[in-house]
């Protein structure tokens, strides 16, 4: 499981950026990024979210909620400072 081809996006060394991937959604409402899982595997692994998945949106504007279990959820990049 180790990953010897990770390096794509670390090879400059002295980047103070921390990357992380996440699985999420986007809101059915609004579009707004709903992440509900961090991925450790670098954006690797496929995860299979248990039913039902009920995500309340977390844009102030919407509040929208719902079950986004079935739909297709991508992987976000995540990059801080
Ligand atoms: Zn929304």
């Not at 670098?42 to 102030?60: D, E, K, M, Y």
């Not at 279990?69 to 990059?79: Q, S």
């Amino acid at each position: 499981m180790r990953g010897d081809s990770e390096t794509s996006y670390q090879d400059n060394g002295g980047a103070m950026a921390t990357v992380k991937w996440f699985d999420g959604v986007e809101c059915a409402e609004c579009g707004f990024p709903l992440l509900f899982h961090e991925d450790t595997s670098g954006g690797r692994s496929l995860f299979s979210p248990a039913a039902p998945l009920v995500i309340r949106c977390t844009n102030p504007a919407c509040r929208r909620e719902q079950d986004y279990y079935g739909r297709t959820h991508k992987k976000f990049r995540v990059e801080r400072q």
